[in-house]
């Protein structure tokens, strides 16, 4: 039930599209933020200089005459607001002070006898002592709101918040074609790995010369599979020489075998009996390994179900038309152990099922013996195994065999009964 709740991990075109929505988002972030301190910095910057402008013109427009200080009537309008001109005794010479807290702050200032600036409740405040003959005759203080510039900086944050998650989902959405786009290449090539898996090893991608990854991919792929193929040609061509070999003294075996039985005594008899019975069933495991052999070898067309049923002397099922990914030879070499020992060790005629599963035919052989334990599903197909003392134990190792080699598989289920299946891709 574990396994049935596991969670299904995600695509590697998600995890790609998750990367770049990742890496988007926190370089955005990044942006937007180390853009605003820079805004704000800047604004900040712009604010205490253009306070400090605006001072030093006032200031400028500050004269002593015969001891008295006055500031000249046609003085620049940077000093019609925000800005107030105090004497050295702190006394208010130009502006007006407003019914404000401002007021208390632009107060504080008013005696300065140096260059000072403040910032308070999103104002920034700058003293400037105006200085004659080497003495303070007044100071001027000017105040510079700071609600424009963050106004602007809000704008600011708004439009790279927005320029921010355009980016992420421009971003996102391209790596999720890119992979898309990239994947679709994998997926049909593995489609037609699959397809030539089922009907023809013989198939290569070809992607020629240069071209991206997929194609050295696809190269890389081609190698592999020429050597596979090589090597799999080598083992059928060392098969068909080996069991041609054995042929010829098993011949033999079984003509001196008949021949001895004629002029043997009981005693003698039944040995002889049993060294042909032997060979008898070593030759048939010399002919299986044939029949495949030359199934390959000659391009033996693909079977059906029907085929199938008919040359093992079974009756037709509603299947008989399903065409088998593989010759007839291998299926019918496989399967007639299956039958033999369903005879064997079940009580009457074995029944044969034939099913769908997927694009997979399901050929099941059953008994009505013992079955095999759950602990031995896999054993029973290791060579030497034997379930009983007169074989060799080669029947289901060689049936295996003979069905994964045209892409199947064949597989034992745990009893009661026996359950052997054949699984053959069909087209």
Do not use: C
Not at 127 to 150: C, F, H, I, K, M
Not at 220 to 226: G, I, R, V
Not at 257 to 285: C, F, K, W, Y
Not at 385 to 396: I, Q, R, S
């Amino acid at each position: 039930m574990g396994r049935d709740m596991a969670v299904k991990p995600p695509s590697l075109r998600a995890r790609m599209a998750a990367t770049a929505l990742l890496v988007s988002t926190l370089t955005a972030a990044v942006l937007v933020v180390g853009l605003q301190v820079l805004l704000g910095n800047s604004n900040t910057a712009t604010a205490i200089s253009r306070a400090q402008t605006r001072a030093a013109a006032a200031a400028a427009t500050v004269e002593v005459t015969r001891g008295s200080v006055r500031v000249l009537e046609q003085r620049s309008k940077v000093l019609d607001q925000n800005v107030w001109v105090f004497d050295r005794d702190g006394s208010l010479l130009e502006g007006r002070l407003p019914q404000t807290d401002r007021a208390r702050a632009v107060t504080a200032l008013s005696g300065s006898s140096t260059s000072e600036r403040r910032t308070i409740d999103e104002v920034v405040y700058v003293a400037q002592p105006v200085d004659r003959a080497g003495s303070r005759v007044a100071t001027v203080v000017v105040a510079e709101d700071l609600e424009p510039y963050e106004k602007a900086e809000r704008h600011s944050l708004w439009l790279s918040i927005v320029l921010g998650l355009t980016t992420v989902v421009v971003a996102t959405a391209a790596a999720w074609m890119a992979a898309t786009r990239s994947l679709r290449q994998v997926q049909a090539m593995t489609d037609l790995a699959d397809d030539w898996r089922e009907h023809d090893v013989g198939s290569r991608f070809d992607p020629g010369e240069g071209g991206d990854e997929i194609a050295h991919l696809g190269r890389t792929l081609d190698l592999m599979l020429d050597r596979i193929v090589d090597s799999l040609s080598a083992e059928r061509r060392l098969t068909d020489e080996i069991a041609h070999e054995l042929r010829t003294p098993l011949a033999v075996v079984l003509a001196e075998a008949d021949l001895a039985r004629l002029h043997a005594t009981p005693e003698q008899a039944e040995g002889l009996d049993n060294i042909r019975a032997a060979a008898v069933r070593m030759r048939d495991s010399i002919d299986t390994m044939l029949s495949v052999a030359r199934a390959h070898a000659s391009g033996e067309e693909r079977a059906t179900v029907g085929l199938l049923m008919e040359a093992l002397d079974l009756p037709p099922t509603a299947y008989d038309a399903v065409t088998l990914a593989a010759p007839v030879s291998p299926l019918v070499a496989a399967v007639r152990p299956l039958l033999e020992n369903a005879e064997r060790h079940g009580s009457g005629v074995p029944r044969v099922e034939v099913r769908r599963d997927g694009r997979t035919v399901v050929i099941t052989v059953l008994d009505d013996g013992n079955g095999v334990a759950a602990a031995d599903v896999e054993r029973v197909f290791e060579p030497g195994h034997t379930t009983h003392g007169d074989g060799a134990g080669l029947g289901l190792s060689l049936a295996r065999r003979m069905v994964r080699a045209v892409g199947g598989d064949l597989v034992a289920r745990p009893g009661p009964g026996g359950r052997f299946e054949v699984r053959v891709p069909g087209r």
